[in-house]
């Protein structure tokens, strides 16, 4: 059984036009992370929630926020896409900050810009 | 800065060879992961190796991690066509969580 589920799989938005990614999580982290991977690329953490404390990376652009309503949920808010914005965004939860022991991935949501 | 470098970054093989993935960090960590990616989907994990010495194996695979030299290695024996992925490894980059990805090997194996 799938424990973080992203949804959409696939997400096609205008530029300009924000959009929504979405990660659930059955099982019960603290931890919920957010990366980005473009093509060829290595995965990018760009902020990550423990409970309900946001973190953001340094280098993340202001276009990206997160939401973290409950335990379970945490989404990924894009103001404005870009064209640049193109990518797999991967959603990553852990048990502790301090006892990484295993991030567990979603499936990642592909997001195209047009 | 933690800097995360794989090598190679592509790789073929035949069937049957065995062939060595390294990974080398620029700053003290005793945690690296290795994960492997299919074209289009997400990371699967493969190995946690938590300490100096660790090594853990999972079929063909076998990972090793020596943190003094700050180097891990990913050991493919008697490789199959069904290995062909890109594998990443990744070191946390602290009590943040944070996780930082080597670029990636992109490993092709032919009949």
């Known amino acids: 059984d799938a424990m973080v589920i992203q949804n959409p799989r696939y997400q096609v938005t205008q530029f300009g036009k924000p959009v929504t990614l979405s990660c659930s999580q059955t099982?019960?982290?603290?931890?919920m992370y957010w990366y980005q991977q473009k093509s060829s690329q290595a995965p990018k953490l760009l902020f990550h929630?423990?409970?309900?404390?946001?973190?953001n990376e340094a280098d993340t652009p202001d276009n990206f926020q997160s939401r973290r309503p409950n335990t379970s949920f945490c989404f990924l808010d894009i103001r404005s896409p870009g064209l640049g914005d193109a990518a797999m965004y991967l959603c990553?939860?852990?048990?502790?900050?301090?006892?990484?022991?295993?991030?567990?991935f979603g499936q990642g949501t592909r997001l195209t810009v047009v | 800065e933690l800097k995360v470098e794989q090598n190679p970054l592509f790789l073929s093989m035949q069937e049957g060879k065995n062939y060595t993935i390294y990974c080398n960090y620029s700053t003290t960590s005793d945690r690296l992961y290795w994960y492997r990616q299919d074209p289009g989907k997400s990371l699967e994990s493969l190995f946690v190796?938590?300490?100096?010495?660790a090594v853990k194996q999972e079929g063909r695979l076998m990972a090793s991690l020596d943190t003094k030299a700050r180097l891990s290695t990913l050991h493919i024996t008697a490789a199959v066509h069904d290995l062909s992925a890109t594998y990443f490894c990744?070191?946390?980059?602290?009590?943040?969580?944070?996780?930082?990805f080597g670029k990636g090997t992109k490993l092709s194996v032919k009949p």
């Open positions: 990553a939860t852990s048990r502790d900050l301090n006892r990484v022991t295993e991030a567990f």
């Open positions: 929630y423990y409970d309900k404390d946001f973190n």
């Open positions: 990744a070191v946390d980059k602290g009590s943040q969580g944070n996780l930082i």
């Open positions: 190796l938590l300490s100096n010495g």
């Open positions: 099982l019960n982290h603290n931890v």
